[in-house]
Antibody, heavy 121, light 110 residues
Framework: EVQLVESGGGLVQPGGSLRLSCAAS????????MNWVRQAPGKGLEWVSY????????FYADSVRGRFTISRDNAKNSLFLLMNSLRGEDTAVYYC??????????????WGQGTLVTVSS | QSVLTQPPSASGTPGQRVSISCSGS????????VNWYQHLPGTAPKLLIY???QRPSGVPDRFSGSKSGTAASLAISGLQSEDEADYYC???????????FGGGTRLTVL
């Protein structure tokens, strides 16, 4: 069974940092591209970042570029998101999401349950 | 303001057919496949339709997708109470180099 379990969320002050982790199991992690997607309270889904299966290709949404860093450890089946210079508008549930293999259009076929990040003083 | 445009709400009665539209541009829907997601509050979003009109295993054939030019559509036939959820369209945007989502459509089953 595919499982994606996020951790590391919590309350942080504006300007602070937080590192999210995602533990993957039940599939060949090294074969899949991965993403982070977030949902702010009362808002819709927003894509945050993408990383290729090898980690060689990375993309970010304009809203987080320069502040967030995505990475992965294929030896430990883990995905990470380091978030610096956090702002109130970064408050959201952050989802770790797997991309389907070999299908155009980057469908996101498995989602974790999410971890809540609250940026507030 | 979302890159892809969806109506904020839709509704129907049990057994009816409803359709949700999604409008984009040449850099996303016009050049890349569209995917649809169903999101029930408090749960993880679920992939409903991929590559414009393909259903993942386990998704009932009551759900169907289509695309024409820079617009896409999700249709739900034989509406059921458990279909009440938020629905999002999404596509890769070649100009932004990232996924873009619609603002979401809240479907109410009356």
């Amino acid at each position: 069974e595919v499982q994606l379990v996020e951790s590391g969320g919590g309350l942080v002050q504006p300007g602070g940092s937080l590192r999210l982790s995602c533990a993957a199991s039940g599939f060949t992690f090294t074969s899949h591209e991965m993403n982070w997607v977030r949902q702010a309270p009362g808002k819709g889904l927003e894509w945050v970042s993408y990383i290729s299966s090898t980690g060689n290709t990375i993309f970010y949404a304009d809203s987080v570029r320069g502040r967030f860093t995505i990475s992965r450890d294929n030896a430990k089946n883990s995905l990470f998101l380091l978030m610096n210079s956090l702002r109130g508008e970064d408050t959201a549930v952050y989802y770790c999401v797997r991309e389907t293999i070999a299908v155009g259009g980057a469908p996101l076929d498995y989602w974790g349950q999410g971890t809540l990040v609250t940026v507030s003083s | 303001q979302s890159v892809l445009t969806q109506p904020p709400s839709a509704s129907g009665t049990p057994g009816q057919r409803v359709s949700i539209s999604c409008s984009g541009s040449s850099s996303n829907i016009g050049s890349k496949p569209v995917n649809w997601y169903q999101h029930l509050p408090g749960t993880a979003p679920k992939l409903l339709i991929y590559s414009n009109n393909q259903r993942p295993s386990g998704v009932p054939d009551r759900f169907s997708g289509s695309k024409s030019g820079t617009a896409a559509s999700l249709a739900i036939s034989g509406l059921q109470s458990e279909d009440e959820a938020d629905y999002y369209c999404a596509a890769w945007d070649v100009s932004l180099n990232g996924q873009v989502f619609g603002g979401g459509t809240r479907l109410t089953v009356l």
